[in-house]
């Protein structure tokens, strides 16, 4: 009875389509698995994921619980933190999104944060996790593949995943954005943890979806033990931090043209201009000059659909579907300041905003 209470209350709040893989079955202690809550304050107002197709391993890089802790829970960016001593911590509800994937592709699909659970490990990408850790990894892993259906080939890590926009580094899209997790794609680790497989070819780059591995670090990683297509080494150098933490790109600090900051998508529709007199344009609707001579203080946004003005009648759901309170979406207020998507609710849209939403579906 209980169950079916709360899917009835789900679909009084969302249509059916949206809940199709919320679960209710929890993960749950037992020998292997100490778990507690820890929600983040944005739990309870973050959007639920509509699909769940991967589980993401990352490493916090920090040695500390508690410093681990202070920075994934105060904005939700994972749904699961597991310590040291092997105590994991619920985060963000399983079903909903948890902001620890950044920009990322796995075989076509795009925006892993929107159809992935992100589970943090406390430690570092370059050292062996605790014996505690892996048992309750595993153990974590192996009930949420059971929950959400995953087999062995859909626990990816953020190294794997995550790659740059082209910018001012790369003028395409490439892989080594981060090594964040990477221990976790080794034959080794993965059979501790329960997984039979390892990953042959990085398959976005075998379509063509990214150009190159720019990291020789994790070039070699994955040559090294299969037969993952060789990369670029001339440049480490991938995409920087701050954009991937707002999503806004920056003239000069991030390029003093469209082309260096935005590479081969500096003239489409999905590449977005905010010009410092107000003006918004789509990279289609400015001619070479213009992109070229781009004035100081012109933030852009890569990889996005301007979604025009809310207003009424014409409410953020109407535009932008399920997303439009994702932490991935962003309205631009009519007196210039941006508000995130992050949980927002109708009212604390202003008629007058615009909306722009990551253009791959989810
Ligand atoms: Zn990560």
Redo the contacts with the bound molecule.
Sequence with gaps: MKAIGFFLMLNFIFPSSFIEDVKIERVSENSSLRIQDNYSGRNSSRAFRPVTKYIVL?TTECSSDQSSLNGVRPKGKCNYLVRKDGLVYRIIDKNKIST?AGVSVWDGVYGLNENAIGIEVVGSYLKPITYAQKVALKELIRQLQSIYNLDDTKVVT?SMVAYSKPNKYHSVPVRGR?R??SQFAGSELRSQLGLSNTFAYDPDMKAGRVKYQADPYLNRLYTGSAAWTKGSSIKVKTEDDHIEADGFREIPKDGKTAWAIAGVENNISTTIYFFPDGRVETGNNLDKSQLESLPTGTKVLVGYIYGGKIKKGRTAYKVVGRKWNYPSTFYRKPDGTILSGDGVSEKEIPSGSIVFFQKWSS
Excluded: R, T
Aim: net charge positive.
């Design positions: 990352h620890h953020h981060k964040c997790g």
